[in-house]
């Protein structure tokens, strides 16, 4: 069973920087894409940022030229890098692994990141 570990959200002022990680346990980390999630108070979880085993990364729109994914297959880590951080941005972040749209791992608890000043 595949179980993750979120960490490095926290209280930011716009205009600046967050990186997350994630631990991942589990055989399949090194073949299976892996993605950062969030959900916003009163909305659902969306994707964020999604990177395969090989290292071919999608963003949606709204992140695009901020945040970066990347991936270390031997830590079984994958963090997000998020930059220009805006009040928007306030929501828990998540990873997990699998299919971007039908994700395999259980759910952490996730890390909040509030953008505010």
């Known amino acids: 069973q595949v179980q993750l570990v979120e960490s490095g959200g926290g209280l930011v002022q716009p205009g600046g920087s967050l990186r997350l990680s994630c631990a991942v346990s589990g055989s399949i980390f090194s073949i299976y894409p892996t993605g950062w999630y969030r959900r916003a108070p009163g909305k659902q979880r969306e994707l964020v940022a999604g990177i395969t085993s090989g290292g071919s990364t999608r963003y949606t729109d709204f992140v695009k030229g901020r945040f970066t994914i990347s991936r270390d297959n031997a830590k079984k880590m994958v963090y997000l890098q998020m930059n220009s951080l805006k009040p928007e941005d306030t929501a828990v972040y998540y990873c997990?692994?699998?299919?971007?749209?039908?994700?395999?791992?259980?759910w952490g608890q996730g890390t909040q990141v509030t953008v505010s000043s």
């Open positions: 997990n692994i699998g299919p971007y749209y039908a994700p395999e791992g259980t």
